[in-house]
T-cell receptor, first 115, second 112 residues
Framework: GENVEQHPSTLSVQEGDSAVIKCTYS??????FPWYKQELGKRPQLIID?????GEKKDQRIAVTLNKTAKHFSLHITETQPEDSAVYFC??????????????FGSGTRLSIRP | DAEITQSPRHKITETGRQVTLACHQT?????MFWYRQDLGHGLRLIHY???????NKGEVSDGYSVSRSNTEDLPLTLESAASSQTSVYFC???????????FGPGTRLTVL
């Protein structure tokens, strides 16, 4: 069945440095790749997403890249700040093929920013 | 404002009891989902629905059931609660053919 693998499970970086989280997916028909951030005790919230017709997308300090051939996608956070500490989930989904679709989530990466 | 809510937010129950967790959304989304979140396992899909009277099993559906009698609600029932079902449960909804999925605030369930 569909599967999304995410690495690393934990990541600690110095404040101001960059953080990279990588994911792979198994369903070659996936065409939508969202990233969610979950702060402690809160619900997951969408921070950025990318579609299969785009190789890279940026939003301020956050960027996502997608390699459809290799079925890899990554989240890049530059100039990390304390408020970036959270659990990050990658996900993959099909959209547009039918009226129904479900999102498959990776297992999450706990990012800690060291002062 | 449109929103997605869950109730109760916290629940303690005993092994063997039937428990129902409520999920209500006011966006008129056709797609609704239930996940459980446990340390080291991320978000695992329990059941989902693509519309009224439609329900489907996710990857961890044993011991759970859902029903969809209207667009707004997808209650999750634990038929006979087990300690292994102690978890945080998130409901989510997504508009058919749209992309962003919105999560409810979560329900922390403890089965003693």
């Amino acid at each position: 069945g569909e599967n999304v693998e995410q690495h690393p499970s934990t990541l600690s970086v110095q404040e101001g440095d960059s953080a990279v989280i990588k994911c792979t997916y198994s369903d070659s028909a996936s065409n939508y790749f969202p990233w969610y951030k979950q702060e402690l005790g809160k619900r997951p919230q969408l921070i950025i997403d990318i579609r299969s017709n785009v190789g890279e997308k940026k939003d301020q300090r956050i960027a996502v890249t997608l390699n459809k051939t290799a079925k890899h996608f990554s989240l890049h956070i530059t100039e990390t700040q304390p408020e970036d500490s959270a659990v990050y989930f990658c996900a993959a989904s099909r959209t547009g093929y039918s009226s129904a679709s479900k999102i498959i989530f990776g297992s999450g990466t706990r990012l800690s920013i060291r002062p | 404002d449109a929103e997605i809510t869950q109730s109760p937010r916290h629940k303690i129950t005993e092994t063997g009891r039937q428990v129902t967790l409520a999920c209500h959304q006011t966006w008129n989304h056709n797609n609704m989902f239930w996940y459980r979140q446990d340390l080291g396992h991320g978000l695992r899909l329990i059941h989902y629905s693509y519309g009224v009277h439609d329900t489907n099993k996710g990857e961890v559906s044993d011991g759970y059931s859902v029903s969809r009698s209207n667009t707004e609600d997808l209650p999750l029932t634990l038929e006979s609660a087990a300690s292994s079902q102690t978890s945080v449960y998130f409901c989510a909804s997504r508009l058919t053919n749209a992309d962003e999925q919105f999560f409810g605030p979560g329900t922390r369930l403890t089965v003693l």
